[in-house]
């Protein structure tokens, strides 16, 4: 049988930039240990919970901390983005998520090492700064495929993956040792065909219409796709 080829004009995408996103909820801006580390410690300080899934940590102390976050803000294989809430009192940042596994050649980028303090976790805050990221991949750097990997045991990022319409693509197993235990990885991907659709289902939950006086959402993401 014979294969078809189709050409393309495709081009490689732009590696992403020390910029700031900035939304109704929430601001991004390029990870700073100086500036965002304080803040950080006091949002994640005595909450080793948070993380349990992820590369590295808890820390035993707030200069270890620092300097964990100094380290991941010079990455030159990832960009790390805090997280800084809008809000009345000074804005403080309650989390980052970086832009990893990097190949503007194909077309592909990866959101990881996404950690959320417990302040962060299930606000408008925390859903528009995936919405942020993946506009700016796909508008801004045009990139075709964006992918959220997680350990498959990891029932709570699973289901925070598949309410932000990224696509369960299956699980490879025995893929990473992380902590000095297996790891099996359920993959995700959302991509450019896919982002439309999302864009305005996003768009649609992060409308202030949506939520009542309480701040209590009236209806949920997946019902906007």
Known sequence: ???????????????????????????????DAARHGASLWRAVSGRDEVWEWLFDGPYASEE????AV????????????????????????LGYASLMRIEPEHGVIEVGNVLFS??????RAATEAIYLLASYVF????????????????????????????????????????KGKSRDTAWFAMVDEDWPR????????????????????????A???
Not at 64 to 67: K, P
Not at 153 to 171: D, H, K, M, T, Y
């Open 1 to 31: 049988m014979k294969v078809r080829v189709e050409l393309t004009d495709w081009q490689p995408a732009r590696w992403p930039g020390a910029v700031t996103l900035d939304g109704n909820w929430v601001r991004l801006e390029p990870l």
């Open 118 to 123: 417990p302040a962060l976790q299930r606000t």
């Open 139 to 178: 508008e801004e750097l045009g990139y075709r495929r964006f992918e959220w990997k997680c350990n498959a045991l990891n029932l709570p990022s699973r289901r925070a993956a598949e309410r932000f319409g990224f696509q369960f693509e299956g699980i490879f197993r025995r893929h990473m040792v992380v």
């Open 70 to 93: 100094a380290a991941k803000a010079a990455s030159e294989v990832a960009r790390f983005y805090a997280i800084v809430p809008h809000g009345d009192a000074p804005s403080e940042a």
């Open 64 to 67: 270890l901390f620092l300097g």
């Open 198 to 221: 999302l864009r305005d289902a996003f768009e649609g939950w992060l409308a202030a219409e949506n939520f009542s006086a309480a701040g209590e959402q009236l209806r949920g993401l």
């Open 223 to 225: 019902s906007f796709r």
